[in-house]
């Protein structure tokens, strides 16, 4: 084997380890709502995904999803949280607000195809000390 296919062949399997940690091992970093006037708001960057794709959010509590879809794929062009009856059409380079009140669980949504994907995890609020 020549030091061109050694290197081809190294570089091909670094490739397959990356793809594969990338897909199926990274684990998104949830991200903490802010709570303004008593309602828990988290802007959400819609550009071939959601950014953040993990919210934590407080239950009971209400809570404001604000969609900013910098793009015009039509896959990104509406969102779905099944668990509340919500699909909402997110125009493209505008911030679309969602609202609603979990119970405790995990909630995921979805781009009206069903690619794109996120999950909204709601934590019971601590009982008092």
């Known amino acids: 084997m020549t030091t061109g296919q050694m290197?081809?062949?190294?570089?091909?399997?670094?490739?397959?380890?990356w793809i594969n940690w990338y897909f199926?091992?990274?684990?998104?970093?949830?991200v903490a709502a802010s709570v303004d006037a008593g309602v828990q708001r988290v802007r959400i960057d819609v550009k071939g995904g959601y950014?953040?794709?993990v919210i934590r959010v407080r239950a009971g509590a209400p809570v404001r999803l604000e969609f900013h879809r910098d793009e015009?794929?039509?896959?990104?062009?509406?969102?779905?949280l099944p668990a509340f009856g919500i699909r909402t059409y997110l125009p493209?380079?505008?911030?679309?607000a969602?609202?609603?009140?979990?119970?405790?669980g995990?909630?995921?949504?979805?781009?009206?195809?069903?690619?794109?994907?996120?999950?909204?995890?709601?934590?019971p609020a601590e009982p008092p000390a």
């Open 51 to 53: 950014t953040p794709s």
């Open 72 to 80: 015009t794929n039509p896959c990104t062009e509406e969102v779905v």
């Open 7 to 17: 290197a081809v062949t190294l570089g091909g399997l670094a490739a397959i380890v």
């Open 92 to 96: 493209a380079h505008q911030t679309t």
């Open 98 to 104: 969602v609202g609603f009140t979990p119970a405790a």
């Open 24 to 30: 199926f091992a990274a684990t998104p970093r949830a």
């Open 106 to 123: 995990t909630y995921e949504f979805a781009c009206g195809m069903g690619m794109v994907h996120g999950t909204l995890i709601a934590e």
